[in-house]
T-cell receptor, first 111, second 113 residues
Framework: GENVEQHPSTLSVQEGDSAVIKCTYS??????FPWYKQELGKRPQLIID?????GEKKDQRIAVTLNKTAKHFSLHITETQPEDSAVYFC??????????FGSGTKLNVKP | EADIYQTPRYLVIGTGKKITLECSQT?????MYWYQQDPGMELHLIHY???????EKGDLSSESTVSRIRTEHFPLTLESARPSHTSQYLC????????????FGNGTRLTVT
């Protein structure tokens, strides 16, 4: 089955700096990669996703890049704000039935 | 409003008790999932269902069972709760077909004493 690895496990940045979280996957058949943000005590929320026919997708301060050859994808957050502090999870799927999640990255944005 | 509803939100129960965690969705989704998560930690898939009368075990054996008699309802039952079951349980759902991410409920925080 698919195996998704996520790094780093914790990330601390100064407000206004950029943050990058990286994930690698093992199954070349995976074709959909969502990112979820989970604030303390709340449910995971989808923040951005990318399909395998696209190399990059951007939504305001958030962007995701995908390298199919290397089998890795990354979340980029620019101009970080304290409200970006949360745990971020990447995931991969090839059939939209089983989703394989990374182990999570705790992002701390220091004011 | 279409959403996924989990009850109870918090539950404290003694060892050996039988409990059922409820999950209902009004999103019209066919696929439903149960994940176990210690706060802020990795998500572990414990059960999933692709439709009525369809249930599968996930990667984590949690000594629990599920049923899917109605599309919108996917309860999780622990026959005999143990302290090792203390965790957060998240229910999720997804639409059939392509291009559908998972949507999560607010979770049930279970403590077994």
């Amino acid at each position: 089955g698919e195996n998704v690895e996520q790094h780093p496990s914790t990330l601390s940045v100064q407000e206004g700096d950029s943050a990058v979280i990286k994930c690698t996957y093992s199954d070349s058949a995976s074709n959909y990669f969502p990112w979820y943000k989970q604030e303390l005590g709340k449910r995971p929320q989808l923040i951005i996703d990318i399909r395998s026919n696209v190399g990059e997708k951007k939504d305001q301060r958030i962007a995701v890049t995908l390298n199919k050859t290397a089998k890795h994808f990354s979340l980029h957050i620019t101009e970080t704000q304290p409200e970006d502090s949360a745990v971020y999870f990447c995931a991969a799927t090839y059939n939209f039935n089983k989703f394989y999640f990374g182990s999570g990255t705790k992002l701390n944005v220091k004011p | 409003e279409a959403d996924i509803y989990q009850t109870p939100r918090y539950l404290v129960i003694g060892t050996g008790k039988k409990i059922t965690l409820e999950c209902s969705q009004t999103m019209g989704h066919d696929k439903m999932y149960w994940y176990q998560q210690d706060p802020g930690m990795e998500l572990h898939l414990i059960h999933y269902s692709y439709g009525v009368n369809s249930t599968e075990k996930g990667d984590l054996s949690s000594e629990s069972t599920v049923s899917r008699i109605r599309t919108e309802h996917f309860p999780l039952t622990l026959e005999s709760a143990r302290p090792s079951h203390t965790s957060q349980y998240l229910c999720a759902s997804g639409a059939a077909g392509r291009n559908s991410p998972l949507h999560f409920g607010n979770g049930t925080r279970l403590t077994v004493t």
